[in-house]
């Protein structure tokens, strides 16, 4: 009994004592002065002459509010890891041609744009960062995170050497890539090592071949702006071998869901005496608009992570915290070799992607795992924070819609409509000083036209990416409600789509097509195709013959706009499809994260306080919106839901998420909610 009492206690002191005098991560590989950074140079990394393995998490700080930064970070410190891993979007940064937002730029996402600041706070809570500043960036984000602005030049081919692209890289990484510099680790910063484009070789097939001229010019560009440390690539290497690197000038490191030892036995051919890594170790995954919610089995990962740690390789998780594509910002799949949009797939507003923490910020089952396998795995052992407390969440009372608005108030509001005889794309729109619109709604509208009993209304080519359709105001397309749906007139998935415009006859009427962005492809067939948005593709044709001298209207949701609305009424009762904007108001004494719930209502996106939430869509599979208390505040705050055609009467809080399908008319999808 002694004996064993004694050996207890003499355990929990020891562990006292060490835990004591544990350095932290930066005293272990900072004293006692910095001398060199990441080195590959040997079969293992080492960082400032010590052996290291990274141990990283993707957080993307465009994704996550900024009072939450620290949050997320310590709780990823805290299970252990050593790193976090970040892409740097360009559409964000350089929101407009030669205008840019580094968190005081003043666009609705200013924010969430302070890179320098997130960057200080990794270090501060103990990790290592590693960087992936594109310029292109996949990440299931709006265009990979080029700015639309770019497609204004004709012909430009994005992720290649074509020096009409080239020009606005140069430009922009003159700009970032000075900014970052002061951040890395041999300048006593937290970076160790920057990524160079992304997954480039999977742009490889239909005809295009990989331009390593490219590459080279971005690793001239950072080399030029005083980037010193460790430059590396990402891909899948037993798909793509070599293609998307520089041999011998970027480290090669491996993205993948399962089978470590194959990427990285292929990565160990391909690059003698150099480290393994993984860059993507993917913990979940996204959703698009009418698939299931995706979610991967705990133990799938766990054991998965547990091949990669033993092999040994160094790993960033990806995600380690999706967090959500707030506004306009998911991106898109383009999933078949089609150059036309037909196989469009855009990802849902919530990239919860269920990792080790949820969109809100919560462990999962996957977060103790990691933490018991880096616990066992990590040599190096180096001070930890306690594990932080998750936030409260609340589910509000439900609120009532309290003023409404219809179409055409809605554009009484719009002082930057466009007169042409031609359809315009949006980034052709001659607004924002020269860079189009970028995103949101585009509205066509022809007045005074005649409409002959059972006309038909033909859209050459396709919509990019969904119409709606009204005549006097009236709405004639159908409502977004079955996934099967999307198979029919207005929307993308229909080549020369034809309306039929009702049996009676119309003189003077005024026919509008409101067209939406689903959000830019990301992934599929970059860079061969177009991305513009809006109806661009052919003309709008009644009854064969071509209509023109359009009044175009940009409707972007900018927060100024959505403040400073004019031309309220109180709500009619009456039950007129089409789109309409419906004004609420939540009181809060104290605020709290809650989910806002989109039940009952059918297509559109939530505003609150004049910040662009996101978009909902019964469809599913996403149901609820994540809606973090920083955006609240105390006493009154407005929410505005843009509906595109039959509104609820009320909006709904929860405490959890929900997911859930709807297929086809009688037949409900799959349904989870999460704790
Ligand atoms: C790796 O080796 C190269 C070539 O000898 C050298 O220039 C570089 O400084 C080394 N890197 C580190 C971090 O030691
Ligand atoms: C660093 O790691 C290598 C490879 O595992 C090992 O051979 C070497 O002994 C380690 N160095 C130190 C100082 O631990
Ligand atoms: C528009 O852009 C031009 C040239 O880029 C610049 O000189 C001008 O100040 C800009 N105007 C506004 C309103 O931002
Ligand atoms: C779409 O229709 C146009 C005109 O009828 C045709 O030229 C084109 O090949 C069609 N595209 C596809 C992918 O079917
Ligand atoms: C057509 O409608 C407009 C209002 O949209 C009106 O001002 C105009 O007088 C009408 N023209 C005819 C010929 O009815
Ligand atoms: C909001 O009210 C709560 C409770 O009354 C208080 O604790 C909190 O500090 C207030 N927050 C702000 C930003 O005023």
Redesign the pocket.
């Known amino acids: 009994m002694t004996l064993i009492y004694s050996i207890v206690v003499c355990c929990a002191t020891m562990a006292l004592t060490v835990s004591a005098v544990l350095p932290t991560l930066y005293e272990y590989y900072t004293l006692p002065k910095i001398e060199t950074g990441l080195s590959a140079n040997q079969s293992y990394f080492t960082l400032n002459g010590r052996n290291i393995s990274l141990y990283s998490g993707a957080l993307h700080y465009f994704r996550v509010p900024k009072p939450y930064w620290r949050d997320r970070l310590r709780k990823m410190r805290a299970a252990g890891l050593n790193a976090v891993e970040t892409y740097i979007p360009w559409n964000l940064h350089e929101y407009e041609d030669g205008k840019y937002d580094f968190g005081k730029g003043g666009t609705d996402m200013q924010d969430f744009l302070d890179v320098k600041e997130f960057f200080q706070i990794a270090k501060e809570e103990d990790l290592f960062a590693i960087a992936r500043p594109g310029p292109f960036i996949c990440a299931e984000w709006e265009f990979g995170g080029f700015p639309s602005w770019l497609l204004r030049t004709k012909d430009i081919k994005v992720r290649t050497s074509d020096s009409k692209y080239m020009k606005y890289v140069t430009r922009y990484f003159d700009v970032l890539l000075p900014i970052l510099a002061l951040l890395q680790f041999t300048n006593g910063g937290p970076i160790v090592a920057f990524q160079i484009e992304n997954e480039y070789g999977s742009t490889e097939g239909n005809g295009f071949e990989p331009d390593r001229v490219y590459l080279r010019q971005l690793v001239d560009l950072y080399r030029k702006n005083g980037i010193r440390e460790l430059l590396v690539s990402s891909d899948s290497p037993t798909a793509h071998g070599d293609k998307g690197t520089l041999p011998g000038v970027l480290l090669q490191t491996a993205n993948f869901a399962g089978n470590p030892k194959a990427e990285f036995d292929k990565l160990k051919e391909l690059q003698h005496n150099k480290p393994t890594m993984s860059m993507e170790f993917w913990t979940g995954w996204f959703d698009h608009w009418s698939e299931y919610h995706h979610t991967r089995d705990d133990d799938d990962f766990g054991k998965v992570y547990e091949q990669i740690l033993s092999y040994p390789a160094s790993v960033n998780m990806y995600m380690f915290h999706g967090g959500t594509s707030f506004g306009f910002l998911n991106g898109a799949n383009l999933n078949n070799a089609?150059i036309?949009n037909?196989g469009y797939q855009p990802d849902t507003t919530s990239y919860d992607y269920d990792a080790p923490l949820t969109e809100a910020g919560d462990y999962t089952e996957k977060y103790v795992i990691v933490k018991k396998l880096l616990n066992q795995y990590n040599k190096v052992l180096t001070k930890l924070p306690v594990t932080p407390a998750i936030s409260e969440k609340i589910a509000y009372p439900k609120i009532s819609v309290e003023k409404e608005m219809m179409l055409d108030d809605i554009l009484a509001n719009i002082h930057s409509s466009v007169s042409s005889f031609n359809l315009l794309s949006m980034e052709n729109l001659p607004i924002n000083n020269g860079s189009g619109q970028s995103f949101g709604y585009t509205l066509y509208r022809k007045e005074n036209i005649d409409l002959p009993p059972n006309s038909v209304l033909t859209i050459?080519?396709r919509v990019c990416d969904s119409v709606v359709v009204l005549v006097n105001g009236v709405l004639m397309s159908k409502p977004l409600l079955y996934t099967e749906d999307l198979n029919g007139f207005g929307f993308w998935k229909v080549?020369?789509s034809k309306l039929t415009l009702g049996p009676r006859g119309l003189k003077n009427a005024t026919l509008d097509l409101l067209v939406e962005n689903w959000g830019r492809v990301n992934f599929g067939l970059l860079p061969q195709f177009n991305q513009f948005k809006g109806l661009w593709q052919g003309g709008v044709l009644i009854n064969k013959e071509k209509v023109t001298s359009w009044k175009i209207y940009p409707i972007e949701f900018k927060k100024s706009w959505n403040n400073n609305l004019v031309g309220w009424k109180d709500p009619s009762g009456r039950w007129a499809p089409g789109p309409s904007l419906h004004k609420a108001t939540l009181n809060v004494k104290e605020t709290k994260d809650t989910f806002v719930s989109m039940e009952g209502w059918t297509k559109g996106i939530v505003i609150v306080n004049g910040f662009v939430l996101g978009r909902y869509a019964r469809i599913g599979p996403q149901q609820t919106l994540y809606l973090p208390a920083p955006f609240l505040k105390n006493g009154t705050n407005t929410i505005l839901v843009f509906e595109h055609y039959m509104p609820a009467p009320e909006i709904k809080f929860c405490r959890t998420p929900h997911f859930k399908t709807i297929k086809r008319k009688g037949l409900q999808g799959r349904s989870s909610s999460r704790n």
């Open positions: 089609q036309d037909s050459e080519g080549n020369n």
